[in-house]
C-alpha cells in the first residue's frame, strides 16, 4: 500500500495490461508525430521555393536597378535606357515580394496542417486513455487511504459485499455478511483485500 501515489496496478495482469497500453499510446502517438513532421516538411518545401524566389528576384532587381543607373550616365538616350530597366527593376521587386509572401504562408500553413494531420488521431486515442488511466489512479488513491483506518477498511468490505462476485466472497468467510455484521476482523480484512485487490492494489489477506 505504499505504491498510492504510483499510478500502476500491482495486481500482475493488471499491470501488464497497462503497460500494453501505454506502449501502444506511446506509438501511436509517435507514429502520427512522424507523420505530422512529414507532411510540414513537404509544405515547407513549398516555403523553400519562395524563399528562393524572394532572393533570386531582388537580386536581380539590384542588378537592373544599378545597370538603370549607370545607363542613366548614358548622353541624350541614358533616360530612354535606364526607364525599361527600372520598370524592370520593380517588376523583379513583385516577384520578390511574391516569394516572400509564398514562404511566409506556407512556412506557417506546414505546422498548421502537421498538428491538423497528427493532432485528431492522438487525442482520439490519447484522451480515453488518459481518462481511464485517471479515475483508476483517483480510486486506488481513495481505496489505499481508507484501508489504512478500521472506519475505512470495513467500508471496503462492505463496498466487496456489494460489487464483488459470490464465488469471491465465499473465499473469505461462509458466511461473509454475517461476520462483516459480527465486525469479525479477519473477514473484514479479507473482504477489504478483495476491493483493494480489484482497484489494483495487491495485498496479503490477514
Known amino acids: 500500500m505504499r505504491s498510492r501515489f504510483v499510478p500502476y496496478a ?6 501488464l495490461a ?3 497500453s501505454d506502449v501502444v499510446v506511446i506509438v501511436w502517438s509517435a507514429a502520427w508525430v512522424l507523420v505530422g513532421i512529414a507532411v510540414q516538411a513537404a509544405v515547407s ?5 519562395g524563399r ?8 536581380v532587381s539590384e542588378s537592373l536597378s544599378d545597370a538603370g543607373d549607370s545607363t542613366d550616365r548614358v548622353p541624350w538616350i541614358g533616360d530612354s535606357l535606364a526607364r525599361p530597366l527600372r520598370a524592370a527593376s520593380e517588376a523583379a521587386l513583385d516577384i520578390a515580394a511574391a516569394g516572400h509572401n509564398l514562404d ?4 506557417w500553413l506546414a505546422w498548421v496542417l502537421a498538428a491538423a494531420v ?3 488521431p492522438i487525442l482520439f486515442v490519447a484522451m ?5 488511466r485517471g479515475r483508476f489512479a483517483r480510486r486506488k488513491w481513495v481505496t489505499v487511504g481508507l484501508a489504512r ?4 477498511e470495513q467500508l471496503l468490505a462492505l463496498r466487496a459485499l456489494t460489487n464483488r462476485p459470490l464465488a469471491k466472497l465465499v473465499t473469505v468467510h461462509d458466511d461473509p455478511v454475517g461476520a462483516w455484521r459480527r465486525h469479525d476482523p479477519d473477514a473484514i480484512a479479507g473482504l477489504a483485500a478483495l476491493e483493494l485487490r480489484a482497484a489494483g492494489v495487491a495485498v496479503s489477506r490477514r
Do not use: E, K, M
Open 10 to 15: 500491482r495486481t500482475p495482469w493488471r499491470l
Open 18 to 20: 497497462q503497460l500494453f
Open 45 to 49: 518545401s513549398i516555403a523553400d521555393v
Open 52 to 59: 528562393r524566389v524572394h532572393t533570386g528576384a531582388t537580386g
Open 104 to 107: 511566409t504562408t506556407a512556412s
Open 118 to 120: 497528427a493532432a485528431p
Open 128 to 132: 480515453p486513455w488518459l481518462v481511464l
Open 149 to 152: 483506518t478500521p472506519a475505512g
